[in-house]
């Protein structure tokens, strides 16, 4: 495993300097991907017009993309302008995280950090999102387009924190299927560091009673489409292989490995983002080693299980050996924050091996 690394060109110099300027309004320039993906043709943006495809032994639609790289969720929560992220560089996009009803999130400000000497962001926002309804009527006006273009566009969903314990499932369940009518593949976030809740992945009965439910309404569905699973990287090796056992056996194609890393796990001094008294998530370079060696670990004992790496790539080489691994795609975020129109950049050290 290499944690191969990029040279910082004037462009990147360029987006360092932008961060500078902004470094007093973190989630303003947090949610400026989407302003960035639309002008991106002005400088070189566009969509790529490969493709490749993702099936599933199980019938499940497949999941067309014209790139390997996705957009991880978190990036676009409300399904603004889902087309102009193929500029990117970019195969898909998983819009959300969503939840049954319109979310503030977290109240504390700031809720959202940027280390640049190691190169990762971490955030508390709390899944804050307009709601399950309002991003599917969003994605229904959006995703023809996307698909003519193998632009794939997945939902993530999330249980709505701080629910009565006896309307969790129903909670679940709705949003689960109010997405699945209209998104090509569902990403279900039973890990997410930032609400205050305890992790779904963590309460290993209730996820057995969640996806076993998941599982008897894509049945019945007049069109089965993929289910993920999003994990955490914080996860041992047992237990992760313990939660793609008990996965396996109720109908999921697969997993996203991983969400961000709980914060107060790692070894860096950030600033409290909550009233936890942590920093939340991080995502970010210091993640790639994890990523690489579960999507390893996983690929190893659950062959069939199809794999999403996402977790500290940053570099084409590292989507390379990712696939070579057994990983179907990859999904990416941070890097947008680093490194100038790292899509493109991405693509190209991938397709160029011996030229990064």
């Known amino acids: 495993m290499i944690n191969y690394d990029y040279t910082i060109d004037l462009s990147d110099k360029l987006l360092a300097f932008i961060r500078y300027v902004f470094k007093n309004h973190a989630e ?12 991106s043709p002005l ?3 566009e969509p790529l017009s490969k493709k490749q495809t993702v099936n599933f032994s199980d019938g499940s639609q497949p999941i067309n993309l014209c790139s390997p790289i996705v957009l991880a969720a978190g990036a676009n929560k409300n399904a603004k302008d889902i087309n102009a992220y193929a500029n990117l560089g970019l195969g898909g996009i998983t819009v959300g995280t969503a939840t049954r ?9 700031p809720r959202v950090g940027l280390d640049e000497f190691n190169r990762l962001i971490y955030n508390s926002m709390g899944l804050n999102n307009y709601g399950i309804e309002k991003i599917v009527e969003r994605v229904q ?19 709505t924190p701080g629910i009565a314990e006896a309307k969790r499932l129903q909670d679940l369940l709705e949003t689960f299927s109010i997405a699945y009518n209209t998104a090509d593949y569902l990403e279900v976030n039973v890990s997410c560091p930032n609400t205050g809740e305890e992790r779904l992945d963590l309460d290993t009965a209730f996820m057995a009673q969640t996806f076993d439910a998941f599982n008897e309404y894509k049945k019945n569905a007049p069109i089965r489409k ?22 396996s056996r109720f109908g999921v194609n697969g997993v996203i490995l991983g969400n961000t890393y709980p914060s107060e796990k790692l070894f860096y001094s950030l600033p409290v983002l909550n ?13 790639y080693e994890n990523t690489f060696r579960k999507t390893v670990l996983a690929k190893k004992h659950f062959p069939n299980f199809s794999v999403i790496s996402c977790g500290g790539i940053d570099h084409g080489l590292k989507v ?3 696939l070579n691994e057994g990983a179907d795609f990859v999904q990416v975020y941070s890097v947008f924050a680093f490194r100038w129109m790292a899509g493109q950049k991405m693509m190209r050290e991938f397709s160029c091996p011996s030229n990064p």
């Open 28 to 39: 303003f320039r947090h949610s400026c991907l989407g302003h960035y993906a639309k002008f």
């Open 320 to 322: 390379r050996d990712l």
């Open 226 to 247: 993929a289910i993920y699973a999003k994990l955490s990287p914080d996860l041992t090796d047992k237990q992760l292989l313990s939660l793609l056992e008990l996965l």
């Open 101 to 109: 009803h319109l979310r503030i999130g977290n109240m504390h400000k």
């Open 141 to 159: 006006k959006q995703i023809d387009n996307a698909r003519k273009n193998n632009f794939a566009v997945g939902i993530s969903i999330a249980e």
């Open 275 to 287: 009233d936890k008294g942590t920093s939340g998530g991080i995502s970010g370079r210091p993640l």
């Open 43 to 45: 400088w070189g943006g």
